[in-house]
């Protein structure tokens, strides 16, 4: 019986949701055989077996999110006696199942000390030895010395100085040392008794606390010596819904009623990078409106040439053009920062970020080496790149090492932003819509095609001057696209 457990996929990521399973107990598997579709912070993310047998069991539902490293999937490769059947239920049952040895068993009052039973995962065994927890030492305030002083019985207590009653001590609950302990943090809203005592869960249900934002300390357990149970977590859940309710009877309520939805995967993902990078480099953003007449000439010429004929030709082709030859000319707008080095990291190479709108949120891979691509060749990678992005196959490579940025808001008729740096990058281009407006000619107002350019640079690196010369030389490329064979 072998355990396939979660691997990291890339970028030392440390979770990852279960989205579907390909395989269900009792199916016979090969080696390198897709069996399970993930979701990472980054992509969806196919995983192949490693193993060959028939799946014993399915150690994770679909739609949880696993830690890296625990065990997804159990096979049974015939050598070895297979597990002990697990009923059925949910993955959080049978991973509550799975954990009950790491809750230790009471020990009789006449065992010694030496004898409790020790904590075993399942499937690992007992470990040699006579190992046992080394014994705390008890403190004024700690749970062991208040169960020490407090007698087995409420009995009157004695007066503190200046006539107050003291606080009574409260008796220890007779449950052993727990596997996993966990003591209320100092200020909790929880009566005074349950500051003092420790709290009895396990994994699971400490899981489940933390996914429903429950605090373990607050909820009132009914299990077993003193254990908090599932039941015990719904049920405060539910009791704080009905206090939300009790309170809002008074207010009016609202029309349509309100959403809430999980903040995972890439949503959680690209919120974290946007924060850090937002309230890390200092930002800067220059706006540049451009004549755009000759590109879109430009990409109605180059839509008719064979070399054009089976990929998408757009405006944001010329774009990227125009940024990667921008680059040549000034090499320090594809760098970064290195804050633990304190050096400016210069790339001699362009990795093309293009960001791309996907139902699962905002996505940026990258063209790899896109200053080495002919025209035909960069057109074929960004449509190939959208194509997966918008498929949900982008995989963590190609969203990692970018050097610069282009995100083209005018598919959305808008004109222009102040987009938000990719972290390890120092510049992100955002291209507007294409709208004809009145614009001067020679000295007479004609209509042309303009759009506006907004460019967001991290000010330790790029300087005004160079972010404005940057910025310039792409909108030249754009009024004139001669110019991009001139300069490049």
Known sequence: MKEFKLPDVGEGLTEAEIVRWHVKPGDPVKVNQIIVEIETAKAVVELPCPFEGVVAALMADEGETVDVGRPIISVDDGTGPAAPAVGEGTAGDRAEALA?????????ADEPPAEKRQPVLVGYGVKPGAARRRPRKPSAASPAASSAAA?????ASPAAPGGVPATPAVPARPAPEPAVRETPPTGSAVGSAARRAAVLAKPPVR???????????????TGPHGTITREDVHAAVEAAADAGRTAAQAVPAARGGEERIPVKGVRRATAQAMTASAFTAPHVTEFLQVDVTGTMEAVTRLRALPDFAEVKVS????????????ARRYPMINSMWDEAAQEIVVKHYVNLGIAAATPRGLLVPNVKNAHELSLPDLARAIGSLAETARAGRTQPAEMSGGTITITNVGVFGVDAGTPILNPGESAIL???QVRDLPWVVDGQVVPRRVCTLALSFDHRVIDGELGSLFLRDVGAMLEDPLRMLAWG
């Open 100 to 108: 009950e040895d790491m809750v230790p068993e009471p020990a009789a």
């Open 315 to 326: 405006p944001l082709l010329l774009v990227a053009k125009a940024v990667l030859v921008a």
């Open 207 to 221: 899981k489940l606390a933390k996914d429903l934002g429950v605090d373990l300390a607050a909820v009132p357990p």
């Open 430 to 432: 955002a291209f507007g």
């Open 151 to 155: 007698p087995s019985a409420p009995a």
